[in-house]
């Protein structure tokens, strides 16, 4: 059974710096992964989507790479910013399945 | 700009009570799902539907009813609720099966059995 684990659960970062993301999953026979915007008390909008074949995908202040082989993958946030604070999750998707990790809760201080 | 919408947002009921959450997407999507997040625990699939006319469980399935009524709408019911099912629900839908394409959520259903 995949597991994703997301450390830590909470983190604070002041405004301006870069944000960096784990997200780790136990079988590396994975056929894509997402990382999600979780906003108190909204659901959850895709960042962006990394293909098994991919290394990193890129969407503006954001880059996500991918390393399959150990098992992890960086979100990434260029020059933080308030509005930047929410809950991030990964989640990766293999046997007909997709597993959630269960966030990363991100307060950036103006 | 719909995507997905989900029915009621809140609702509060009591022991053995019944309800139905709706569920529809305007993406043409094939798949649909149904999860539950609670404190703690993640995101954890209940139902699933592959494409019009099929359903599956997933990981707690217990408690619960689907009915993909066409391709648009996926409804979840909890036939006797009980107070384990107070939580915040969460409809997703996807353009591929199996959990392979980028999932759209609705904005969540919250649900407290009293």
């Known amino acids: 059974k995949q597991e994703v684990t997301q450390i830590p659960a909470a983190l604070s970062v002041p405004e301006g710096e870069n944000l960096v993301l784990n997200c780790s999953f136990t079988?590396?026979?994975?056929?894509?992964l997402q990382w999600f915007r979780q906003d108190p008390g909204k659901g959850l909008t895709s960042l962006l989507l990394?293909?098994?074949?991919?290394r990193e995908q890129t969407s503006g202040r954001l880059n996500a790479s991918l390393d399959k082989s150990s098992g992890r993958s960086t979100l990434y946030i260029a020059a933080s910013q308030p509005g930047d604070s929410a809950t991030y999750l990964c989640?990766?998707?293999?046997?007909?399945?997709?597993?959630f990790g269960k966030g990363n809760q991100v307060v950036v201080i103006p | 700009n719909a995507g997905v919408t989900q029915t009621p947002k809140f609702q509060v009921l009591k022991t053995g009570q019944s309800m139905t959450l709706q569920c529809a997407q305007d993406?043409?999507?094939?798949?649909m799902y149904w999860y539950r997040q609670d404190p703690g625990m993640g995101l954890r699939l209940i139902y699933y539907?592959?494409?019009?006319?099929?359903?599956d469980k997933g990981e707690v399935p217990n408690g619960y009813n689907v009915s993909r009524l066409n391709k648009r709408e996926f409804s979840l019911r909890l036939e006797s609720a009980a107070p384990s099912q107070t939580s915040v629900y969460f409809c997703?839908?996807?353009?591929?099966?199996?959990?392979?394409?980028?999932?759209?959520f609705g904005e969540g259903s919250r649900l407290t059995v009293l």
């Open positions: 989640a990766v998707s293999g046997n007909n399945r997709l597993a």
């Open positions: 993406m043409n999507h094939n798949s």
């Open positions: 990394i293909q098994s074949s991919q």
């Open positions: 997703a839908s996807s353009a591929q099966t199996g959990g392979t394409g980028e999932l759209f």
């Open positions: 079988d590396s026979a994975i056929y894509n």
């Open positions: 539907s592959a494409s019009e006319g099929t359903t």
